[in-house]
């Protein structure tokens, strides 16, 4: 009973180094997303995968890449890393894409110093 | 442009108690609006999703409501225990995306 599960839970990087996490969901959802949340900013959208070889940008993808690898995996790239890029990164999955409750990871905290 | 607002951003309760909480959003025309919890650390459950044309949802303790026209949804809970103690969101989905615009969220604590 995964659910969805996120790799790795913490992440530790210098300015301009690369990272990709990982998302994965055993539920056969169609639908697939990354949000970022912050102190005072609350939960924001980076990119989301409506289904399987489609991928859109949300309200913040700058700075990032995302790959929807197959149905059940979606992963996330920081392609050179920069302080404001620390959050906590949750990835999220439902049946359909904005029809269907959210399904949501434990999160990765991500620091770059 | 769509915005979700939930006041107080944090609430103290004694155990027992049955309380409201508030979300409320600038834009009536949604598709559906969620509540989540988050415990500390955690990512989001799910809780209740309202399409819009409900008027109400309730799964146990918990009760949502929705009024469009005034853009406002409540989250019910009966007889509060201290472990309904947690970040409780609202999100709603515009009619013209898909994508889900979070409230900043409800800080709750029961007290024993």
């Known amino acids: 009973n995964a659910g969805v599960t996120q790799t790795p839970k913490f992440q530790v990087l210098k300015t301009g180094q690369s990272m990709t996490l990982q998302c994965a969901q055993d539920?056969?959802?169609?639908?697939m997303y990354w949000y970022r949340q912050d102190p005072g900013m609350g939960l924001r959208l980076i990119y989301y995968?409506?289904?399987?070889?489609?991928?859109d940008k949300g309200e913040v993808p700058n700075g990032y890449n995302v790959s929807r690898l197959n149905k059940r995996e979606f992963s996330l790239r920081l392609e050179s890393a920069a302080p404001s890029q620390t959050s906590v990164y949750f990835c999220?999955?439902?049946?359909?894409?904005?029809?269907?409750?959210?399904?949501f990871g434990n999160g990765t905290r991500l620091t770059v110093t | 442009k769509q915005e979700v607002t939930q006041i107080p951003a944090a609430l103290s309760v004694p155990e027992g108690e049955n309380l409201v909480l508030n979300c409320s959003f600038t834009?009536?025309?949604?598709?559906?609006l969620q509540w989540f919890r988050q415990d500390p650390g955690k990512g989001l459950t799910s809780l209740l999703l309202?399409?819009?044309?409900?008027r109400e949802q309730t799964s146990g303790r918990l009760n949502a409501s929705l009024d469009k026209s005034s853009g406002r949804s409540t989250l019910y809970i009966a007889a509060s225990q201290p472990g309904d103690s947690a970040t409780y969101l609202c999100a709603v989905r515009p009619s013209n995306t898909g994508k889900l615009i979070f409230g900043q969220g409800t800080t709750l604590q029961v007290k024993p």
């Open positions: 539920m056969n959802h169609n639908s």
């Open positions: 309202i399409q819009s044309s409900q």
């Open positions: 999220a999955s439902s049946e359909f894409q904005g029809t269907s409750p959210l399904h």
């Open positions: 834009d009536s025309a949604i598709y559906n």
């Open positions: 995968s409506a289904s399987e070889g489609t991928t």
